[in-house]
């Protein structure tokens, strides 16, 4: 259940998320963005242990390595969903769990929450066992991103940002990516960070001059996903 579920989104049910159960050895950890309507957005590396969820008064499992696991772990707000299966505390029974809600961002009709695993949306809930595309659960160091869809099986593209050394600073890279994973270079999207601002030309790329050292830079357009903030080193 991905996107096209979003029209049920407006029934949706309240959930709690409970203390996250103690992670086990097995379950990896991912990088997670979090990305609301506003542009606001949450960026944290989260363990995808065992979690617990209360919805519709039921107590249901997000089992090891699922992409739902890893969301309550990392708490970005108040979590609601809905269960379009029979969820218990037997984490393969989670598969029909679907996030309607995180903070005051709910789904309407069309639009709503979805998630990608690097470039590409998920074709599984995320509470699915057998992982986000049906073969296997996240690995560690995946990249998750959360983000609200303004048009199920549609989406806007959510932005990567890639960066090259030059003298005296960068070259950064900016595409954009669709629901299928297919890149397009991004123009006039910001480049930010440590108080430098580039824009990107046509082929998505712009040289931005930094002095030697660490800086977090994030690229961000109107109507696309931000993308993740990425650490980059300046000799």
């Known amino acids: 259940m991905r996107a096209r579920a979003l029209i049920l989104g407006?029934?949706?049910?309240?959930?709690?998320?409970?203390?996250?159960?103690?992670a086990t050895a097995a379950a990896p950890r991912i990088k997670q963005l979090v990305v609301f309507r506003s542009?606001?957005?949450v960026q944290r590396t989260t363990g995808t242990g065992q979690a617990t969820v209360t919805v519709a008064g039921r107590r249901c499992a997000a089992?090891?390595?699922?992409?739902?696991?890893a969301l309550v772990r990392s708490r970005p707000g108040q979590l609601r969903l809905r269960d379009f299966g029979a969820c218990s505390m037997r984490p393969r029974d989670s598969a029909g769990l679907l996030v309607t809600g995180i903070r005051s961002d709910r789904n309407r009709g069309q639009r709503g929450w979805v998630y990608k695993v690097g470039r590409r949306a998920a074709t599984a809930g995320a509470g699915d066992m057998g992982g986000p595309f049906g073969d296997g659960r996240l690995r560690a160091g995946q990249r998750v991103t959360w983000f609200y869809c303004v048009r199920a099986a549609n989406c806007q593209r959510t932005l990567e940002?890639?960066?090259t050394p030059m003298a005296g600073?960068?070259?950064a890279t900016v595409r954009g990516y669709d629901d299928a994973?297919?890149?397009v270079p991004i123009e006039d999207a910001?480049?930010?960070?440590?108080?430098?601002?580039g824009l990107t030309s046509a082929d998505g790329r712009v040289q931005m001059v930094l002095p030697p050292g660490t800086h977090r830079l994030v690229a961000r357009k109107d109507g696309l996903v931000r993308s993740f903030t990425e650490?980059?080193?300046?000799p």
């Open 161 to 163: 940002l890639r960066t």
């Open 190 to 197: 910001t480049v930010s960070g440590s108080a430098v601002t």
């Open 10 to 22: 407006g029934l949706a049910v309240m959930a709690v998320a409970s203390p996250p159960a103690t």
């Open 181 to 183: 994973g297919d890149g």
């Open 63 to 69: 089992g090891d390595g699922t992409a739902l696991a």
């Open 169 to 171: 600073g960068i070259v």
């Open 231 to 234: 650490r980059v080193e300046v």
């Open 39 to 41: 542009g606001e957005a």
